[in-house]
Antibody, heavy 120, light 108 residues
Framework: QITLKESGPTLVKPTQTLTLTCTVSGFSVRSAGVAVGWIRQPPGKALEWLAL???????RYSPSLADRLTITKDTSKNQVVLTMTNMDPVDTGTYYC????????????WGQGALVTVSS | EIVLTQSPGTLSLSPGERATLSCRASQTVTSIYLAWYQQRPGQAPRLLIY???SRATGVPDRFSGSGSGTDFTLTISRLEPEDFAIYYCQQYGNSPVTFGGGTKVDFK
């Protein structure tokens, strides 16, 4: 059974750096073809894709946020980590990690999401 | 980047009725690389359709997808109570992947 679970702070202050961890089970982040991404959703708004990391450490970033994002993985813990610098209240929302489908860049399995509020 | 416009914003229907949701792209989506997701309140999105018309594992056959180029459609043949939710389209044929703004299907 494939599961993903996000963890991290629920509250961060403006200008701080956010670090979120996605712990996966049911598959290995180092298995050929595997990729895990992050998608966020402001309250009451639509989904926004952020970043993706492949089993071979290849990465992709949203062009509008690339200068603030870093995605890495820890194969020993079967985790994927997203950092976002210089947080702002507009970054408030639910952050999801999800496994990319094997056939394309859709997302077949999702975590439950982690709500992050940016406020002083 | 490709902008996806979903219409209508809200669709008010009754159980048993047919729902037709539209997703229009600002430019041609490469191949048929379009997906549909369902999101119920307080839950994560759930993949319904990928490659425009392929149902994901476990998705009932009352859900179907069609379209190509810039116009795509999600059809729910007969609405069940659990189908009242928000639906998002996503294109993944062009980088970066983008999502539509969503269509809410609610009770009439």
């Amino acid at each position: 059974q494939i599961t993903l679970k996000e963890s991290g702070p629920t509250l961060v202050k403006p200008t701080q750096t956010l670090t979120l961890t996605c712990t996966v089970s049911g598959f290995s982040v180092r298995s050929a073809g595997v990729a895990v991404g992050w998608i966020r959703q402001p309250p009451g708004k639509a989904l926004e894709w952020l970043a993706l990391i492949f089993w071979n450490d290849d990465t992709r970033y949203s062009p509008s946020l690339a200068d603030r994002l870093t995605i890495t993985k820890d194969t020993s813990k079967n985790q994927v980590v997203l950092t976002m610098t210089n947080m702002d209240p507009v970054d408030t929302g639910t952050y999801y990690c999800a496994q990319k489908g094997y056939g394309g860049y859709y997302y077949a399995y999702w975590g439950q999401g982690a709500l992050v509020t940016v406020s002083s | 980047e490709i902008v996806l416009t979903q219409s209508p914003g809200t669709l008010s229907l009754s159980p048993g009725e047919r729902a037709t949701l539209s997703c229009r792209a600002s430019q041609t989506v490469t191949s048929i690389y379009l997906a549909w997701y369902q999101q119920r309140p307080g839950q994560a999105p759930r993949l319904l359709i990928y490659d425009a018309s392929s149902r994901a594992t476990g998705v009932p056959d009352r859900f179907s997808g069609s379209g190509s180029g810039t116009d795509f459609t999600l059809t729910i043949s007969r609405l069940e109570p659990e189908d009242f939710a928000i639906y998002y389209c996503q294109q993944y044929g062009n980088s970066p992947v983008t999502f539509g703004g969503g269509t809410k299907v609610d009770f009439k």
